[in-house]
């Protein structure tokens, strides 16, 4: 069995490094964690999370799959995002892809490859709901990349449209939720320059209002607990 030592020396020494700039920085971390931003990402061992933006362990709270996909279904990356909107109470939300996507390729090529078929379906969906722009790209780099980036826009359209987010605005919560863009080959960022802020800026079919059930049911635990204390 090989129990992969370098990688708990590395970790040995990682620690070391930040203790020996603030000795009580675990200590202080292992009661809390209060990150602003909940980062949404590709699986891609090139785009690590934190690294990328130079945040520290407990600043940035984390979800990643291939091709960093949203989907109103998917309830573990529902339940992520509930958690950092309404117990963490982060006030940013970024979706970053990067630029040539493993998972935004195959999705563009016609191969069988087996169960993540039906993942990558949710991308070329995508890819047919813009097929006029991206079809006169003849340069298949340049098609792929601009996929990457149309894709990072529907995933964070998908979070803005969860009952979650409405749910936070409608509180007069703040959240915002960005658009970016990893490029592999500079190590840098991208703001595509889309961000949401509030539930004004969703079409009206994907638009959730309260209904007076739940309102009401709201009033009424609100009440029993107002008794009870
Ligand atoms: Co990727």
């Known amino acids: ?45 090139r785009v690590p999370a934190n690294e990328v933006v130079g945040l520290l362990p407990g600043e940035l709270f984390v979800h990643r799959n291939v091709a960093n996909v949203v989907i109103h279904t998917d309830l573990n990356c529902l339940s992520v995002i509930q958690y950092a909107v309404e117990i963490l109470k982060v006030k940013h939300i970024i979706v970053c892809g990067h630029y040539g996507c493993g998972g935004v390729k195959a999705a563009m090529e016609n191969k069988e490859l087996g169960l993540i078929d039906n993942w990558l379906r949710n ?34 359209k998908n979070i803005c449209h969860s009952s979650i987010v409405q749910n936070t605005w409608r509180r007069g919560q703040e959240l915002n939720v960005h658009c970016w863009i990893y490029n592999l080959r500079e190590g840098l960022l991208k703001d595509l320059g889309r961000s949401f802020t509030c539930q004004k800026q969703i079409p009206e079919i994907y638009v959730l209002r309260e209904s007076k059930s739940i309102a009401g049911k709201r009033n009424f635990i609100r009440g029993v607990k107002g008794a009870v204390l």
């Open 1 to 45: 069995m090989r129990i992969l030592k370098h990688l708990f020396l590395n970790n040995q020494r990682w620690a070391e490094g930040i203790k020996s700039k603030d000795p009580e920085f675990f200590i202080k971390l292992s009661t809390l964690q209060s990150p602003d931003y909940l980062w949404i990402g590709c699986s891609d061992s």
């Open 123 to 156: 991308i070329k969906d995508i890819y047919q709901r813009h097929s006029s722009r991206l079809d006169n790209i003849e340069d298949l780099h340049e098609r792929l990349n601009l996929l990457c980036e149309l894709n990072v826009l529907e995933q964070a």
